[in-house]
């Protein structure tokens, strides 16, 4: 931390802007002073859990507190009203009472939970309590007065006029320390039954108990099939890439020219013909079914027959397609060349993965960091619920009296800290986001320009690097970018929220304008995930900070847009190719070893292994991706270190096929023929600076 904060103390000289590049060592930590503003708000993020422990209460969470102050479970100490807290006489009545064996939180009127009073009782009601003698019998035989402790006298008598649960008082049972009726519960478990004693639904869940043991043994073999298609996809990639390309072609060829048939079946129709039509000789459903499945023509002609006054929309229809298909060739016809580009972007993406495996489990450990932050902020919200201070506040006894009790108040300091950390935990969890995308680039980038990389062990210590590097050196890049996304995020959730409170409202133009910008907001928000997404890659490979590797990942996604449409789109697709493959191989596997006779619907524990084996493989493609696309900036900047320097040692012969092919000239070049004379660290630190 203080290394980033003073670079000049951790400055190694000059150096040229292709030692840079190529990770020669020659770092400075990146958007120091903004790793300094946020960890300035994670020390306001430890200042809000101090509060909240501090002046909030983690046992009220857990038992609950009456409506005079009294947590349940434990001695308490008395409750002063506010402002005087030196007078004895302020002291609130009923208040510091001895608690350790009333450990369940108790309604006087259930119907009005959030308007009554709460007292701390022994135990639940085991039974029905129709009149106060029955009351009285329970105080007495239980030792588990339901009344306010202040109505009994010392041989425990009921007085008149006291203030007692609202008869009759129902059995209840205990949930989270908290007595609930168990009517309410048994409406609920009864409408449980009713369902699951529909038939289809036991069958169901009887078919998912049994195969259980089946599912889960099935998740560990997608686990070892996503890891295995991670190799196979160096020898297939060709393959799958242009099975896309002409499934693609097929598919709109094919609904054109079914189009077509149609509008010429429709148009040769006689509108006559059709109004004199025998209803009496239509087959049934089941006859024509069968039919269509044995090659019937005239059936097949029906499947794609239309009403004859239906003819000039299926005329549109078939135009539309028409236009749809001819420019879905041409886009096929120009993307078809840089195919061999996305078959050894495949191959190598393998071949680094393969060589570095323990990238392919990391985001199992970027789950369980969100996890972490989710849980934290989650518990720290919720001891701030009970930090607020102690007010009083008249509600009805339920007998057409009033009584004070005892509440927390919701003051401006606790909202805005519970504000606070909600920021914090979108903040936080995009980071850990940015951090894994950084490592992963990081370890890609260095894989791809070391020429050492073949060699035993090597490929451990680049791992181990880009993990120093991440830690050591673009913390506060990957905050900066975090940042970013947080701000456009948190408008879109606010608006997301009036939106859904508006539900009720009459006016659709504001209804619809809201939801505009929504999704505006939404669109923003993905082009800047984008941004960053490459961004890091850059700062990944490079050491630049945060803005001046956004505008270089910029000016390349320019400057290969043929390239990057290539990789979002057949990649995308090779990708979801390989995660049905998994998916599909797992489930068929799962056919095989499943004992189907003892299933009512033996296709459901199929379909759930299916969906757990596509989420496990779009676990590991995800890195996958990552790979691909840290590779081809990789690329794009060898191709500019190799134009700049012709000699260039650095450059990578596996990579020639896809650097063959010059993008065109544009800014990027410009930019970094500017910067290539004298390109010190001194001046990327001037520019840091000026950034920000």
């Known amino acids: 931390m203080c290394c980033c904060l003073f670079r000049c103390c951790c400055s190694t000289g000059d150096t040229t802007y292709q030692d840079i590049v190529l990770n020669k060592g020659y770092r400075t930590c990146t958007d120091s002073y903004f790793l300094f503003f946020f960890f300035l708000f994670c020390c306001g993020l430890g200042t809000t859990t101090w509060y909240a422990f501090e002046h909030g209460d983690p046992y009220r969470i857990v038992y609950g507190s009456d409506s005079f102050g009294n947590t349940c479970g434990r001695l308490n100490k008395p409750v002063y009203l506010i402002g005087n807290e030196s007078d004895e006489a302020a002291v609130f009545p009923l208040s510091g009472r001895d608690m350790r064996k009333r450990k369940f939180m108790f309604p006087l009127n259930i119907t009005r939970p959030l308007d009554t009073m709460w007292v701390c ?4 009601p085991k039974s029905l309590i129709l009149n106060r003698q029955a009351l009285r019998a329970v105080a007495q035989n239980n030792d588990n007065p339901l009344c306010v402790p202040h109505v009994f006298n010392g041989t425990i008598d009921l007085l008149n006029g006291d203030v007692c649960p609202k008869l009759p008082v129902t059995k209840s049972v205990s949930i989270l320390n908290r007595c609930i009726p168990e009517d309410i519960l048994t409406i609920s478990e009864d409408l449980i039954n009713k369902f699951i004693e529909l038939d289809f639904v036991r069958g169901y869940l009887s078919d998912a108990l049994i195969s259980s043991h089946l599912v889960f043994k099935m998740c560990g073999v997608a686990f070892a099939f996503s890891f295995i298609m991670v190799y196979i996809l160096r020898c297939v ?48 459903p089941e006859v024509q079914l069968g039919v269509l499945f044995r090659g019937n023509a005239s059936n097949f002609k029906d499947l794609f027959k239309f009403d004859y006054d239906s003819r000039l929309t299926v005329l549109g229809l078939s135009i539309g397609s028409t236009v749809i298909t001819g420019f879905i060739v041409m886009t096929v016809w120009c993307l078809l060349p840089r195919g061999q580009k996305m078959v050894v972007l495949f191959k190598k993406a393998s071949k680094a993965l393969w060589a ?32 607020g201070a102690l007010v009083s506040r008249v509600v009805d006894d339920g007998h057409g009296a009033n009584i004070t009790i005892i509440e927390n108040n919701m003051t401006e300091t606790t909202r805005a800290m519970i504000l606070y950390q909600a920021v914090g935990f979108i903040w936080l969890c995009e980071f850990v986001l940015a951090c894994q995308r950084l490592f992963i680039a990081g370890a890609v980038s260095m894989w791809y320009f070391n020429s050492k990389r073949n060699q035993p062990g090597e490929n451990r210590t680049i791992v181990c690097s880009s993990l120093w590097n991440l830690f050591r050196y673009h913390l506060g890049s990957a905050a900066v970018g975090s940042f970013i996304i ?51 890659t850059v700062i990944a490979y490079s050491g630049m900070s945060f803005c001046p590797a956004a505008k270089v990942a910029v000016n390349i996604l320019f400057d290969n847009a043929i390239d990057v449409a290539t990789i979002n789109s057949v990649g995308g697709a090779v990708l979801f190719l390989a995660k049905c493959m998994v998916a599909a191989g797992t489930s068929a596997l799962a056919i095989f070893t499943m004992e189907m006779s003892t299933l009512s619907h033996p296709w459901f524990p199929i379909l759930l292994i299916f969906i757990c084996s596509y989420l496990i493989a779009n676990c590991f493609f995800s890195v996958y991706e990552m790979t691909i696309d840290s590779l081809f900036l990789c690329c794009a900047e ?55």
């Not at 896309?244 to 429709?266: D, K, M, P, Q, R």
């Not at 999704?519 to 928000?525: D, K, P, Q, T």
Request: charged share 20%; net charge negative.
């Open 356 to 387: 570095m495996p323990c990238l392919l489990f990391q985001p199992i450990v970027s789950a369980f960091a969100v996890l972490t932050v989710a849980l934290y902020s989650l518990s720290v919200i919720l001891v701030l619920l009970t930090s």
């Open 486 to 536: 947080t701000i456009v995020r948190i408008p879109r959730y606010i608006l997301m929220w009036i939106y859904a409170k508006m539900r009720n409202v009459e006016n659709l133009v504001l209804r619809r304008l809201l939801a505009c910008c929504i999704f505006l907001l939404a669109c923003i928000e993905r082009c800047l995930d984008y941004i960053n997404y490459n961004a890091f």
């Open 638 to 692: 060898d191709f500019e270190l190799t134009r700049e320097n012709p000699d260039n040692k650095y450059s990578n012969e596996e990579f020639r096929e896809i650097i063959a092919v010059p993008p065109m000239e544009n800014d990027t070049h410009k930019v970094r023929q500017a910067h290539q004379e004298n390109y010190s660290m001194s001046e990327v630190e001037h520019m840091d600076n000026e950034r920000f």
């Open 237 to 284: 990639a060709s393959i799958v890439i242009y099975f896309v390309y002409l499934s693609v072609l097929f598919i709109f060829t094919g609904i054109t020219s079914a189009l077509w048939y149609s509008t010429y079946l429709t148009y040769h129709s006689s509108p006559i013909a059709e109004s004199t039509i025998d209803l009496s000789s239509t087959p049934s």
């Open 121 to 124: 009782a022994r135990e639940c």
